[in-house]
């Protein structure tokens, strides 16, 4: 017999059925046995009676074969919040397939208040809670949806490679001793940044990719240590105005699509200028919900006329060579605002940017920019921030790139665990990634990162420091 799935149960009221899963939980009534058997579509509830041999060995979590007939159950006994909760089968085969120890966290709970080590060690359990069940699978559709959306929209889906060069996107890259050439390094990428400008050098007009981005920074509530995942978009000739609209529709579609009954409080999207934004709100990711206890409410805005430079810090080190007073508001592709491009040489710190940040429900949810497309413009702007000669080097791959006839263009990447994370209205990012790295950076359930073996260094031509 074909597997049902229990989420099919509801259809088939007096059929025999085959389901396979686990057992969610257990009511020993003498000699009726209740399990709630549960699979990725929900739960049902079996019932067995003594005809039915092994029902009495059933733990939580065993993972079961069951056939059985599908019944409807006494009006008085119907559940209504629950999906089947009105249909229940009658067992007839019970077999268990693989049994369980006692799960040293429960998976029956929303998991919030288990302590997030044994969740991040035992994480394939705590997957199988319901809430992460359906953060994962919402997740899946907001990719999906994402990926059919810029196809019919004539994007191409573009592969950029993990082990690249430095892309400075203003975090500490993680590096990835080369074997091949000793004592160099690659950098897994910050983002695909110059790759998605250089598809665009190529000819490709309209890029996408759910990009994975490393950066080796702090994690905090809307960011998770190590790596996330991004929605990269590049187009050619292109306004800004172009690249907003694209992703106000797209997004606007996308909640309409996965989540019905959150509702945008705002159409079209209000625009900020970073100005007002700071001013008025005292941020540039202000929160616009009406009514901020209302976990529904969407409210999405633009916040544009950010000033292209803001004055280097401490932090920015890994932008110039530390003794320039500049560091990039976005990144050192931003193109100026063309009205400005004189006050480069005059006043740089007037200079407004054409870039644009996705702000939802006070999280900066993505950012991009119109790009520099002019070899002279960027390398004056390299010289703003303090590149030195050899810094300008490690980028000549760009330059040059510009003097073969660049198309205007631009893009931006809204962050995929972001999105979810603020729709969701979860308490952490790593609750909308199936791995997350710990706040210690550990993947715990791989015990990640770890010791090599001696000889592996040795071929990458290694040597560990003793503290
Ligand atoms: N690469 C940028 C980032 O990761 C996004 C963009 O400018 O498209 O923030």
């Not at 063309?338 to 949810?365: C, F, W």
Request: glycine share 6%; charged share 30%.
């Amino acid at each position: 017999m074909k597997r049902t799935s229990v989420g099919d149960i509801k259809n088939l009221e007096g059929k025999e059925v085959e389901l396979a899963g686990w057992v969610h939980a257990r009511r020993d009534h003498g000699k009726i046995i209740f399990i709630d058997l549960r699979d990725r579509t929900g739960l049902v509830q079996i019932v067995f009676t003594p005809a039915v041999a092994g029902a009495v060995d059933l733990r939580l979590e065993y993972l079961i074969r069951v056939s059985g007939l599908v019944k409807k159950r006494p009006d008085s006994m119907v559940n209504d919040k629950l999906p089947n909760g009105a249909y229940e089968v009658e067992a007839k085969t019970l077999e268990i397939m693989n049994a369980s120890e006692a799960t040293p966290i429960p998976v029956d709970s929303d998991g919030y208040d288990i302590n997030e080590e044994s969740r991040m060690k035992y994480r394939y359990l705590d997957l199988r809670r319901e809430r992460m069940q359906r953060n994962i699978r919402l997740r899946h559709e907001v990719s999906q949806f994402m990926r059919s959306y810029l196809t019919e929209r004539g994007f191409w889906e573009i592969e950029t490679p993990m082990l690249t060069k430095s892309t400075p996107e203003g975090a500490r890259d993680f590096l990835v001793p080369s074997r091949l050439q000793p004592g160099k390094f690659y950098a897994l990428p910050q983002s695909p940044q110059q790759y998605k400008q250089l598809l665009m050098v190529a000819g490709f007009e309209k890029y996408f990719q759910i990009a994975r981005c490393f950066r080796d920074e702090d994690p905090r509530a809307d960011r998770a240590y190590g790596e996330f995942t991004q929605l990269d978009l590049e187009m050619s000739f292109v306004t800004q105005e172009d690249i907003l609209a694209l992703a106000e529709d797209l997004f606007t579609k996308l909640v309409e699509k996965v989540f019905p009954d959150k509702h945008i409080s705002q159409s079209p999207w209000p625009r900020i200028s970073h100005k007002e934004a700071k001013a008025k709100y005292g941020s540039d990711k202000p929160d616009l919900r009406k009514e901020k206890n209302n976990p529904d409410e969407l409210a999405f805005a633009w916040v544009v006329d950010f000033p292209l430079f803001t004055e280097q810090s401490e932090e920015d080190f890994f932008h110039g060579s530390g003794s320039a007073k500049f560091a990039p508001s976005h990144h050192m592709f931003t193109a100026p605002h063309p009205d400005d491009i004189p006050l480069l040489d005059t006043d740089p710190t007037k200079v407004r940017g054409l870039q644009h940040d996705l702000v939802l429900n006070g999280y900066e949810v993505g950012g991009g920019s119109i790009r520099i497309h002019e070899r002279d413009i960027q390398e004056k702007i390299f010289n703003l921030i303090g590149f030195d000669e050899h810094q300008k080097g490690e980028f000549t791959h760009m330059l040059e790139a510009f003097t073969y006839g660049v198309p205007p263009h631009g893009g931006i990447a809204p962050g995929l665990d972001r999105f979810l994370f603020a729709v969701l209205g979860e308490k952490s990012i790593r609750e909308v990634m199936a791995f997350p790295a710990s706040a210690g950076g550990q993947i715990s359930v791989m015990d990640a990162p770890s010791d090599v073996d001696p000889k592996q260094l040795n071929e990458l031509g290694l040597d560990i420091k003793k503290k």
